[in-house]
Nanobody, 126 residues
């Protein structure tokens, strides 16, 4: 199983970016796919997750209302649409996949996930 995160780049404050997590060796279906981010000098933090078995989405407080997670079954990707970006959103963004059936309360725990993408850098700056 390999995950490939892409779509990062430089964007001005208030702008938008769409990140994509493509999978090989597995088809996104009932699994949980999450997005995390890590800013320079900070710990990795949870952004949100898509639970395929229930077709439900979960967001942390800073992401809710600005970020949207979606799955494109045709392309076998899970995407993160980020709007109204702020300088504090600058970070390397990672996607992660759990092959098990974790409970919702464990979604923010990086240890829940079996596979990680390599990360894509998002820089929000004028």
């Amino acid at each position: 199983v390999q995950l490939q995160a892409s779509g990062g780049g430089l964007v001005q404050p208030g702008g938008s970016l769409r990140l994509s997590c493509a999978a090989s060796g597995v088809t996104f279906g009932s699994q949980v796919v999450a997005w995390f981010r890590q800013a320079p000098g900070k710990e990795r933090e949870y952004v949100g997750a898509f639970r395929g078995s229930m077709n439900t989405k979960y967001y942390t407080n800073f992401a809710r209302g600005r970020f949207t997670i979606s799955r494109d079954s045709g392309k076998n990707t899970v995407n993160l649409q980020m709007n109204s970006l702020k300088p504090e959103d600058t970070a390397v963004y990672y996607c992660a996949l759990s092959l098990g059936r974790p409970i919702v309360s464990s979604f923010p725990d990086p240890g829940t996930y079996d596979h990680w993408g390599q990360g894509t850098l998002v820089t929000v700056s004028s």
